[in-house]
């Protein structure tokens, strides 16, 4: 049980509120002033999870939606049932902490195109698998969602590849296309875990922006399960791999020091000195 | 160790809506009468999540219902009727969305009401809509009668004083402490930004630009925080290996006792027979 309470020391305890406010706080604002179809409500799931392992990002994750179901001013709509996804991207989180994900791998030559070129293939594999799967083929008439989708596709798979790659040759830091494929492949769990509970027990809608794609994919005559599960394949990985970019970008510009000070912070330190 | 409730505020009506209420946490305005404020933090909140299991575990009509005349009578015992409504309010956008898709986009269902043009409302889709609805609205509302009836430092110190992890409690009490700060410094990071011409009403791009002037100055500054709670817990003994003295010990009955377990075993098993499909006989 050592490596348990490892995961709980005093400074992990003191993160975790802050994590949860930072969820709570930069979710609440996204949803409700900018309005995007995206929920930017796992920064600090990812945060703590990366910082102190799988066990703190999850509990990090529940007790974010719980309380924030529950908060007193902002609390309501059908944030707390979803609590469930929240900890399995937490303890997602806490792997690619373990494996190092999060940490700077500053490259130049080769190496950095090589890099660019494995996160641009990366996201074009999970676009394309989208793209050819099931959920998405069939006539409308037979329950399928029709050509349009096709496009939506392809135009946000070549966006996130051209970010993807713009990002690791910028920065000349190969750990891009880590984690553009962490949190790519969240982004799909994400949805793989959340679309049951949309659906059973919210007649696959939720009250905020991505209730527009369900319209559409319904407008298709996607079923109530197939319509949630198609909503979080489009936002779900574009959410998450944009929450491992912002947490990426946060980790790389606090010190060593400060990191080393967590549990798994010399997992993500590694050459940070560089920035 | 002596039974202590929380102080009663001076002159604040049975709907605690003086002026003085209008700017304080209802709590803070409200005496804490009535039978159902004066239960134990800990039952008020097996209830809540009893009700949350049966509005969603029990399809078709009865689980939403019951649960919705469950929380009715729980209010008028509270007398927070009046209270209870913005929070009502609040699940519109929910409700009108649950609704219009469900109508008009049911999958797979052919009994139209009535076709104007492309639309095509279908009584399938009502039903399923109305259902739906019940449930999210008997959800919120027994969430709302917890947050009107108790105060979340009272529910932490019980919950810790019947066991519960120290470090969990703090993660709660802090992060309820902490929201109401952070809000209110998101709010002013946007208009912060908005001064230097942050565009939060444009199209979707324009708005997408503004996640990182946003988010950024908002998690840096609260990660700057850290270290200075860190040394402040450290420093009042956190991680001492001590049980803590308790401060606040809060009226619990043995027949409350009694009926807050019968009410946790018996919301599970009834979530287990619906799942089990033995409650199709209900409407």
């Known amino acids: ?7 709980f020391s005093t400074r992990v305890i003191v993160l975790m509120p802050i994590a949860i406010a930072i969820n709570i706080a ?8 900018l309005k995007l179809p995206i929920y930017m409500d796992s920064i600090g799931t990812i945060l703590v999870g990366v910082l102190a392992g799988p066990i703190a990002g999850a509990l990090t994750g529940i007790l974010s939606n719980l309380i924030w179901q529950y908060a007193p001013g902002i609390g309501g709509g059908t944030i707390g049932p979803f609590a469930v996804t929240a900890g399995v991207i937490g303890l997602l989180a806490g792997l690619w902490g373990y494996l190092g994900v999060y940490r700077p791998r500053p490259a130049s030559g080769t190496q950095l195109y090589g890099a660019a070129l494995v996160g641009v293939a990366i996201i074009l594999v999970l676009a394309w698998r989208i793209y050819t799967s099931p959920v998405y083929g069939g006539d409308p008439s037979t329950g399928g969602y029709g050509s349009g989708v096709y496009l939506v596709i392809v135009g946000i798979g070549v966006v996130a590849a051209l970010a993807v790659g ?20 969240t982004g799909i769990v994400a949805a793989i ?17 991505v209730d527009l794609i369900v319209a559409a994919l319904r407008q298709g005559g996607a079923d109530v399960f197939n319509a949630s599960l198609g909503q979080g394949f489009f936002s779900d990985p574009i959410d998450k791999t944009i929450t491992s970019f912002v947490v990426y970008i946060v980790l790389a510009s606090l010190s060593t020091r400060v990191l080393a000070r967590f549990p798994l912070g010399e997992r993500i330190a590694g050459s940070a000195a560089a920035y | 160790m002596a039974e ?14 003086t002026a003085i209420s209008g700017r304080l946490p209802d709590f803070v305005a409200r005496p804490p009468t009535g039978p159902y404020r004066r239960l134990n933090p800990t039952t008020k909140l097996v209830i809540a999540f009893a009700e949350a299991l049966v509005a969603f575990g029990v399809r078709g009509w009865t689980g939403p219902l019951v649960v919705l005349g469950v929380i009715l009578a729980g209010a008028v015992t509270a007398r927070i009727g009046r209270a209870l409504l913005p929070y009502l309010l609040a699940t519109i956008p929910l409700v009108a969305s649950i609704l219009l898709i469900n109508t008009f986009l049911y999958p797979g269902a052919t009994d139209r009401i009535v076709t104007v043009g492309p639309l095509a409302p279908t009584w399938t889709g009502l039903v399923a ?24 430092d009272h529910l932490i110190a019980d919950l810790e004083r019947r066991g519960a992890g120290r470090r969990v409690m703090f993660v709660v009490g802090a992060t309820l402490r902490m929201i109401p700060r952070m ?25 997408a630009r503004g996640v990182v002037p946003l988010a950024g100055p908002l998690v840096f500054g609260a990660l700057t925080d850290v270290e200075e709670l860190t040394m402040a817990l450290e420093a009042r003994g956190f991680t001492a290996p001590t049980r803590r003295t308790v401060l606040r010990v809060f009226p619990d009955s043995g027949w409350e006792r009694g009926a807050r377990w019968a009410l946790f075993l018996g919301s599970i ?13 209900l409407p």
Do not use: C, K, N
């Open chain 1, 193 to 209: 875990v959340s679309a049951p509970i949309a659906a059973y027990l919210f007649g696959g809608v939720t009250g905020s922006g």
């Open chain 2, 269 to 281: 098993v009834v979530l287990i027979l619906s799942i089990a499909g033995r409650l199709e006989f």
């Open chain 1, 1 to 7: 049980m050592d490596w348990l309470s490892r995961q």
């Open chain 2, 4 to 17: 202590l409730e929380a102080p009663a505020a001076p002159s604040a009506p049975s709907d605690g809506s």
């Open chain 2, 129 to 152: 809509a109305t259902q739906a609805t019940l449930r999210v609205v008997a959800f919120a509302m027994s969430v709302a009668l917890l947050g009107l009836t108790t105060q979340p």
């Open chain 1, 26 to 33: 930069v979710g609440y604002t996204v949803q409700t002033v």
């Open chain 2, 183 to 207: 809000i209110e410094r998101a709010g002013e990071i946007t208009e912060a930004q908005r001064a230097r011409a942050l565009d939060t009403e444009g199209r979707v791009w324009r708005r």
């Open chain 1, 166 to 185: 713009g990002f690791i040759i910028l920065r000349r830091d190969a750990a891009g296309a880590w984690v553009a494929v962490a949190g790519a492949v």
